[in-house]
């Protein structure tokens, strides 16, 4: 590949990520996790503003997108809620994005609709990413659990992928599996309540590769096969009723009990928040990546794109 095909680009999607940019992602990532173990920081990025617009809360997300700015020289407008901005007087999504498109060189939207990021970009005459739209994607995300996957088995194909929770609203889990499905052989187990099981679409979109897919209620059915056990939680804030959230909110709760099934190679990842799907004696699994590889990742990923994005 001879030129940086993520130059001035919205990255709205995972399905923008290919096998073959995938690999100019990766060695950017590692060229990041050198960096920041070595120095910590340089200055790449001095002169660039990044504008964090998160209408929806955010930790690692929000606070990665920060730091990675930060550790290439580049500054940042953190808008995190949007109660002291012009939102909360009726601003409308395009004017707020036209507005700091003004004033930054890239924008970053968390929002609770579907298809936000898109709209966004629409109005935008800067690069937006995605970071986290409704119950729609995660792109962002996606690459860092990717890049987690691949880094500790220095695969995919092959690879068995259980991942596990609220696999209809979970945005982190749409995103990973369109990712995924790209590496023939890949197997993608898909274990939930029914209430909660992945949307028939991107079930559809998913069947059209070259990937075994496999839906069931029961994670004892395939946690002895699996290679990475991929935990979500269940997501309040997308439930009308929440009645039925109370029902399902535990339905799997990993302990160090369930993990004696699994497979001592396996491991076990979440993009967090977590509500009580994983208890706390399982973090000292060597397994659990969750707190250590995983969210660390987030923030070489986040470094490596804005580098991308922002430099020929
Ligand atoms: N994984 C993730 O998106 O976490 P935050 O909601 O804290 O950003």
Same mark, same amino acid.
């Given at each position: 590949?001879?030129?940086?095909?993520?130059l001035?680009?919205?990255?709205?999607?995972?399905?923008?990520?290919?096998?073959?940019?995938?690999?100019? /992602?990766? !060695?950017t990532?590692?060229?990041m996790?050198?960096l920041?173990?070595?120095?910590?920081a340089n200055d790449i990025l001095k002169g660039k503003i990044m504008?964090?617009?998160?209408?929806?809360?955010?930790? !690692?997300?929000?606070?990665?997108f920060i730091t990675a700015m930060q550790r290439l020289g580049g500054g940042f407008?953190?808008?995190?809620?949007? $109660? +002291?901005?012009?939102? &909360?007087?009726?601003?409308?999504?395009?004017?707020?994005?036209? $507005?700091?498109?003004? +004033?930054s060189d890239i924008?970053?939207?968390?929002?609770?609709? /579907?298809? &936000? @990021?898109?709209?966004?970009?629409?109005? &935008?005459?800067?690069p937006?990413?995605?970071?986290?739209?409704?119950?729609?994607?995660?792109?962002?995300?996606?690459?860092?659990?990717? +890049? $987690?996957?691949?880094?500790?088995?220095?695969?995919?194909?092959?690879?068995?992928? $259980?991942?596990?929770?609220?696999?209809?609203?979970?945005?982190?889990?749409?995103?990973?599996?369109?990712?995924?499905?790209?590496?023939?052989?890949?197997? %993608?187990?898909?274990?939930?309540?029914?209430?909660?099981?992945?949307?028939?679409?991107?079930?559809?979109?998913?069947?059209?590769?070259?990937?075994?897919?496999?839906?069931?209620?029961?994670?004892?059915? /395939?946690?002895?096969?699996?290679?990475?056990?991929?935990?979500?939680?269940?997501?309040?804030? !997308?439930?009308?009723?929440?009645?039925?959230?109370?029902?399902?909110?535990?339905?799997?709760?990993?302990?160090?009990?369930? %993990?004696?099934? @699994?497979?001592?190679?396996?491991? /076990?990842?979440?993009?967090?928040?977590?509500?009580?799907?994983?208890?706390?004696?399982?973090?000292?699994?060597?397994? @659990?990546?969750?707190?250590?590889?995983?969210? !660390?990742?987030?923030? +070489?990923?986040r470094m490596a794109l804005l580098k991308l994005i922002l430099l020929p």
């Amino acid at each position: 590949m001879k030129q940086n095909p993520f130059l001035a680009v919205d990255i709205l999607t995972a399905d923008q990520f290919t096998k073959e940019n995938l690999q100019l /992602v990766v !060695r950017t990532v590692k060229d990041m996790e050198k960096l920041v173990l070595k120095k910590g920081a340089n200055d790449i990025l001095k002169g660039k503003i990044m504008t964090a617009l998160f209408y929806e809360p955010s930790s !690692r997300t929000f606070g990665s997108f920060i730091t990675a700015m930060q550790r290439l020289g580049g500054g940042f407008i953190p808008l995190q809620g949007v $109660t +002291y901005s012009s939102v &909360s007087k009726g601003e409308s999504l395009p004017d707020t994005v036209r $507005t700091f498109a003004n +004033y930054s060189d890239i924008v970053v939207i968390r929002h609770p609709e /579907v298809g &936000s @990021a898109k709209i966004a970009a629409e109005f &935008s005459s800067k690069p937006v990413i995605n970071g986290g739209d409704g119950v729609g994607e995660h792109p962002t995300q996606a690459l860092l659990d990717f +890049y $987690t996957i691949i880094n500790h088995f220095g695969k995919i194909a092959g690879l068995t992928i $259980t991942m596990v929770g609220d696999l209809l609203n979970g945005r982190t889990i749409h995103s990973l599996s369109r990712i995924l499905s790209q590496y023939n052989g890949v197997k %993608l187990n898909f274990v939930s309540p029914k209430l909660l099981k992945l949307p028939s679409e991107l079930k559809s979109r998913l069947e059209l590769h070259k990937i075994i897919i496999y839906e069931c209620e029961k994670l004892s059915e /395939v946690l002895s096969d699996t290679d990475v056990l991929y935990i979500t939680r269940v997501q309040k804030e !997308r439930f009308t009723d929440l009645g039925i959230y109370e029902k399902l909110k535990h339905h799997y709760i990993i302990t160090t009990d369930v %993990l004696k099934n @699994a497979k001592k190679t396996a491991i /076990v990842m979440h993009p967090f928040p977590r509500v009580g799907e994983i208890s706390m004696d399982v973090d000292n699994d060597k397994r @659990a990546l969750y707190i250590t590889d995983q969210m !660390r990742n987030g923030m +070489y990923v986040r470094m490596a794109l804005l580098k991308l994005i922002l430099l020929p």
